[in-house]
């Protein structure tokens, strides 16, 4: 056989393998054998003249398979053997009619209805485009570019794997995200099958107190961006400002300098010419600058690219709670340099979310307490949006079960369509797991991490959907009761999934370091498996609410999306359904709805239906923590979601909503006062929004809505290495 230079190729669906010269001789071999008998030496020397071309035309890049197919028909040509090279183009034609057959009979036979929003979404960042701007690929053909593209993970576990096997798979994913049942995490849809390949969303960078080690952090930022991802950061590691530089005799100039410099790196880089960057900047309670850090974005538009949290301590809440005082350290040295009162920073930090919606918070010990991997490091960061904890290198890959999807109708009353629900999860979990195998990772570090762990982030959407299509309040506690039940099916049937993945595929590689290497536990293939991400334009595409938020109106402008000033209005069909078959609907009613977004003053709409199809405006605060925490208590890693207050909220309402969210081990809070934004991304179209913004806290405090809800079992729950997994 030849040297080889050509290491790797690209095949069809984008994903790229190790070069095997085995393949081409085999193929070559097949065709000289339709033709007439030939030996195998024969095949070799054809293949290694093939192979001799290849090395000289891509040394140092990556054919693709289509190419060196061309460079195996030319050689056979030239070497005269006409009617083989003509036996090999037929099957290579036949091969390709089979695999299109398959998939436009599949495309036919799944439908998906796409709302006119979902669709100018879809072409504004999914969609493939030439190099005219002009689209060549219809949602159809992207959800079939992803499904191949993911599917492909198979090959890497069982080269031989057939391709009538391989393509069941590719099936099965296809109808999954055709069938908007599931959908991955945007960077998935962007990238996969395409020249990026990079298909995580989240990712933690570390950034050491050294020049060097921070800059490093800033190149590998631009990377991360350029391809689609976000990135978390502790800057809780850096010297304060003042501080001793010995190597310069100088003073440190301390982590909000450092932050301005990844904010300004970040405004030059748009993620893969699709999404800006966008950026968690997080420091702990007991750095000696956090005062600094609590006020940095007191004026809108600094760090306009950073979400900024505070770590806060389990020591810090405690001291919180006793007014009593907790010691600042130098993470220089972790040597005492102070102390401070911890209900002044507590209060400070109440006082500037009040006032913009920042800083959020985390709970940095309950993060940790849940770290699945603890001799690895603790967890220092999370995500932009705070759903994902991760360790510094990590990445991990999100997608979205989608609730309205999981219903089914019963004599004119809806249900939870449990059976279909325990497929999805199935599906969904094998689909993000195979994500990690055919991900291209920016750098080497990220690869290691990442498929050590193995993380990956099932979630949900839909959830306002789902409760409103059950008849029941956002705001009660049968709601609070579903949300547990339902997430609890979902972890559980996650980590069935997960084991019987690692059954077939082996477990995670640092398994041995995991809190689940113990005899009683899951052998699992991935140290995680659920996260509530907050699913934006996904949800879109969807055409659902998002995450597991309450509807933020019932007809609202959305507003600075795509990157641009691009305003699309929403307006709830289910309501406009319900309105229809109740017969309360009329022209005059969805106006009153279109300006006031909440039905609150709408007159005409019966009470029942005010209070199922309750607003974010609406809802007492405690409300929305409480969801966030039933939600958390099923789900590995963390829950994204931002509790809506009205604009007459007090800082007292946000001070008590901290303390509940620890309280109810949360993992971290994020709170929004209505209009304390100049630019917000959700917006109530009318003009009459002041008045129903401005109603007190004080006089929602009522007892809950009172809606019988019709208890649904769960099917039977099968051992974990269950075979109706149907991973394949």
């Known amino acids: 056989m030849v040297n080889l230079k050509v290491k790797k190729i690209r095949k069809r669906e984008g994903y790229i393998v190790d070069f095997d010269q085995l393949r081409i001789t085999n193929a070559i071999l097949k065709a000289l054998n339709e033709v007439h008998e030939e030996s195998r030496e024969t095949a070799e020397k054809l293949s290694n003249k093939a192979v001799s071309i290849l090395n000289k035309r891509f040394e140092g890049k990556i054919p693709k398979v289509e190419e060196i197919q061309d460079i195996v028909v030319n050689v056979l040509k030239e070497e005269g053997f006409e009617e083989v090279a003509q036996a090999y183009l037929e099957h290579r034609l036949k091969r390709q009619q ?40 219809t949602p159809q053909q992207l959800f079939q570019r992803v499904a191949r593209n993911v599917a492909a993970a198979e090959k890497i576990y069982n080269p031989a794997i057939s391709d009538d096997e391989l393509f069941k798979v590719q099936e099965k994913f296809f109808r999954l995200i055709a069938s908007l049942s599931f959908l991955p995490n945007s960077p998935t849809l962007m990238n996969a099958g395409n020249v990026l390949q990079q298909l995580s969303a989240c990712f933690v960078l570390p950034v050491p ?18 391809s689609g991802g976000g ?5 809780s590691r850096l010297r304060p400002e003042g501080d001793f530089v010995r190597s310069t005799q100088g003073v440190a100039s301390g982590p909000i300098s450092f932050m301005n410099v990844f904010n300004a790196a970040t405004n030059t880089v748009k993620q893969g010419g699709k999404r800006r960057g966008a950026m968690m900047g997080i420091l702990k309670v007991d750095h000696p600058d956090i005062v600094k850090f609590v006020t940095a974005k007191a004026e809108e538009g600094i760090l306009s690219n950073f979400n900024i949290s505070v770590a806060l301590t389990d020591e810090f809440m405690e001291a919180v709670k006793k007014k009593g005082k907790y010691n600042l350290i130098n993470p220089r040295n972790d040597q005492v340099v102070g102390e401070q009162d911890a209900k002044e920073i507590f209060d400070l930090i109440v006082h500037y979310a009040w006032l913009n919606g920042e800083p959020g918070i985390i709970f940095i010990d309950a993060i940790n307490r ?11 960061s999370t995500n932009p949006c705070g759903e994902q904890p991760l360790l510094p290198y990590e990445s991990c890959n999100l997608g979205s079960i989608n609730f309205k999807k999981m219903l089914r109708q019963k004599r004119r009353k809806w249900e939870i369509d449990w059976e279909k629900l325990k497929q999805t999860i199935q599906d969904g979990t094998h689909f993000l797991d195979n994500v990690v195998d055919v991900n291209r990772y920016p750098i080497p570090e990220i690869e290691a991490m990442t498929e050590g762990n193995r993380k990956i ?88 609410s998002f995450g597991i938020e309450p509807y933020y109106a019932i007809s609202f402008v959305r507003k600075h999306i795509l990157g641009g000033t691009t305003e699309l209005l929403e307006v709830n069909p289910i309501f406009k359904e319900v309105a229809k078959g109740e017969g309360f609907y009329s022209e005059e009613i969805m106006r009153q709805v279109a300006e006031k977004g909440s039905l609150r ?16 405006q609406d809802i007492f605060p ?19 979601k931002t509790i809506n207050f009205p604009y007459s909220a007090t800082e007292e309402d946000v001070r008590e909503a ?11 809070l994020t709170i929004y006062r209505i209009d304390s934004r100049q630019k917000q991304v959700l917006n109530i179209q009318g003009a009459n929004k002041e008045k129903l913004e401005k109603i007190s806290i004080a006089e929602e405090k009522k007892s809950e809505p009172e809606v019988e809800l019709v208890e649904q079992e769960f099917p039977e729950l099968p051992p974990s290495n269950c075979p109706s997994c149907h991973l394949n």
């Open 231 to 235: 990135t978390g950061y502790s800057f």
């Open 457 to 544: 982030g099932l979630g949900v959407m839909g959830w306002a959907d789902m409760l409103a299509r059950l008849e029941i309040p956002y705001n009660s506690k049968k709601a609070l009761s579903l949300a547990e039940k339902v997430m609890k099916f979902i972890q559980e049937w996650a980590q069935k999934t997960s084991a019987a993945i690692a059954e077939k595929k082996g477990v995670f590689p640092n398994f041995k370091d995991s809190v689940y290497d113990e005899p009683s536990k899951p052998k699992l293939r991935n140290a995680t498996t659920t996260t509530i991400a907050p699913t934006g334009t996904i949800s879109i595409i969807a055409g659902v």
């Open 658 to 668: 901290y303390l509940l969210a620890y309280e109810l081990h949360c993992k971290g």
């Open 209 to 226: 107190d050294s020049m060097e080690g921070i800059f490093e952090s800033i190149k590998q930022t631009a990377l991360i961006h350029q």
């Open 601 to 616: 003053e709408v007159a005409g709409v019966p009470d029942k239906w005010k209070k199922i199809f309750v607003t974010a």
């Open 622 to 640: 405690e409300w929305h923590i409480k969801m966030q925490a039933a939600f958390q208590k099923y789900t590995d890693n963390a829950v994204s």
């Open 98 to 137: 089979i695999r299109e057959a398959k998939w436009w009979l599949l495309n036919r036979e799944v439908k998906t209805k796409l709302s006119e929003n979902a669709l100018r979404v879809l072409e504004s960042r999914y969609l493939r485009k030439d190099e005219n701007g002009k689209l060549i690929e």
């Open 370 to 380: 849940n770290n699945p991997t603890p001799r690895l490091g603790r967890i220092e």
